[in-house]
């Protein structure tokens, strides 16, 4: 490897991709078209890294495994950046495998990073923890080490379990700085500053306050019968019963928990739950069927019992009753989380991350643009949706540039 590669590689690892743009932008060789991609990615041109990184694994030869397996993990990363969630997994365990079996740990260890990531990215969390227990941080280089606690924090934040993610994140964190990349301490930082952010709101009995992610979990813990408006349950510390299929349902279980301890006329809970706004008998009879309904799926958790007016939520005695809601709510607010963390979404990924349909999730990206509370370029399969950017906001990539003793 010539001395321009190795500076330009040197200059990728220490978080300076413009370094390595000066002393390869011209190039056309393999390894110069593989770090101008890693470049250009870790400068936000995620399409144009695409196209380098394919140029780049084409022109290696045959007997340049490695060198192709690179590619295809730096390619995946782009790809996550890119919110690419639909991209098969194949390539990128085919290329872990050789890279496994060429002894290039470190990157075989980013590959599977990669995996872990998209896994926690479309929510499942059950999977990731599994491809996690095969990995041990403890060897590798600290850019790595600083993943893999970004990841476990991620995973216990989802959890809301506090104590790990806050363990997890001091070592991403001392890991960052050991890897001296400022994008990675930055990312790490601005990990640790969710968990000091409101993560959700507490109503109760008609007054409400924000909640930090501590407190939401001291409140799971408590003896209270929480109407869970995240994830569309009622719970309380034993007992979980989702009524996420059930819209009508939980408008009816919030409408009884927000008037707790009083009761809601039947009027308002028409409104709540079939937004009715002029009620006769065929909608006070469906509202019978709907409350026993509910009834039957709280069980033991509370009674629903017939007021004069309307109807009220009876918990167990000594039990108080409160809503647990996210810190904004509209009608697409679940969309417009995804697309807070500032990366460009196409409508496919958006829908396999909120296991939704395209099509709806399409029309609810088209309300947003039209409110301009989001926008997007490009068109038709190349459309990608986002928040419109903070100021001062940099992508941050892991992508690890091959060095010549690697």
Known sequence: MDSLITAAARALAGGDPLGA??????????????????????????????????????????????????????????????????????????????????????????????????????????????????????????????????????????RIDTRTARTALARAQQAARQARIPALIAEAENAARLLDAPAARLIAQGSERPLLLDEVEKLFASKALIIDACRHAVRDRKTIVSLATRPVLFALARALAEAWPKDVARDVLLARAFGAKHADESHRARLRVEIGRLRQKLGKLARLSATERGFALEPPMGQEVVVLARPVEEKHASVLAFLADGESWSSSALALALGSSQRSVQRALEELALAKKIQFYGHGRARRWMTPPLPGFTTTLLLPAPLPND
Do not use: S, W
């Open 21 to 158: 743009l000066k002393r390869v932008a011209l190039r056309e060789d393999p390894p110069a078209l593989a770090l101008r991609g890693i470049a250009m990615a870790q400068l936000g041109d995620l399409d144009r890294a695409k196209i380098l990184l394919r140029r780049a694994a084409r022109a290696f030869g045959p007997k340049e495994a490695v060198a192709r397996a690179r590619c295809v993990v730096a390619e995946a990363e782009v790809a996550l950046a890119a919110r690419d969630l639909g991209a098969p997994d194949n390539l990128l365990d085919q290329a872990r495998a050789v890279l496994e079996d060429h002894g290039d740990r470190a990157n075989a260890a980013h590959a599977h990073y990669l995996t872990v990531r998209r896994l926690l990215l479309i929510g499942r969390l059950d999977d990731a923890e599994k491809q996690l227990e095969h990995l041990d941080p403890t060897p590798l280089p600290p850019a790595l080490r600083t993943a893999h606690e970004l990841v476990v924090a991620g995973i216990a934040m989802r």
